[in-house]
């Protein structure tokens, strides 16, 4: 019998904030949280803390809180952060190149191994010492070296060919910055990124008075 559940897509996108916040908690030295503690850190009802929580099991103790190195590390467990993950940018230009020189995404386990553009200028560059390649070779380059992820950052209009050599090679995600709807493969996942969406809801945020005044809506915290 499966007695699988159902996890929202909204609780998997608070997981990374719950592991940030623990991660501080750790740097800090603190060892133990209630919900009631994390709640006021992150701006979260405690019993949605726990309500998140219990999708993946029993990890408070009632009168002692959580226990913050293992919850740490079931979560990181969850996230698949306990694995290291090979990545590709196709695309070598602005978001290319700042991502490339991230260092930070090799603390939590995501190694770029090369670049690849159509732009002579580039090709034979190297970002942070990773490589820009040229983008005629990337059927070959998946072919002879194992990559996780592909990450999506050259314009709309070249990004669906691009997108359909990478889903044919073995390649198990996809981070597309692209902005294009890419057709589904069996067993490639993605996530879109859009930074302008992040941008416009600040851009609410800092209009909201004057809508809670008009649609007559209160904010829920
Ligand atoms: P950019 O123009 O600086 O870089 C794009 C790079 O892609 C260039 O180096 C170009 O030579 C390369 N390219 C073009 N065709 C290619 C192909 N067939 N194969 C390999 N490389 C190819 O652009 P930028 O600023 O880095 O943005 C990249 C994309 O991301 C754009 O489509 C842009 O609209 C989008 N974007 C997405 C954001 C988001 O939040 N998702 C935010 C900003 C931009």
Redesign the pocket.
Known sequence: MDNSKSVSLAVIKRLPRYYRYLGDLLDNGITRISSKELSNKMNITASQIRQDLNNFGCFGQQGYGYNVELLYNEIKKILGLDKEYSIVI?????????LANYVNFERRGFYFKAL????PK?IGMTIRGIEVRD?DT?PDYLKNNPIDIAV????????K??AAIVTNSGVKGIW????IDLDKKAGVKFE???????LMTLSYKLNEDEIIERFNVLPKR
């Open positions: 196709i695309g070598a230009g602005n978001i290319g190149q700042a690849f553009d159509i732009n580039l983008v990337l999506l950052a050259l314009p709309k209009a070249n990004a060919e691009v597309n910055f692209s902005h879109n990124v859009h930074l302008t969406d992040s």
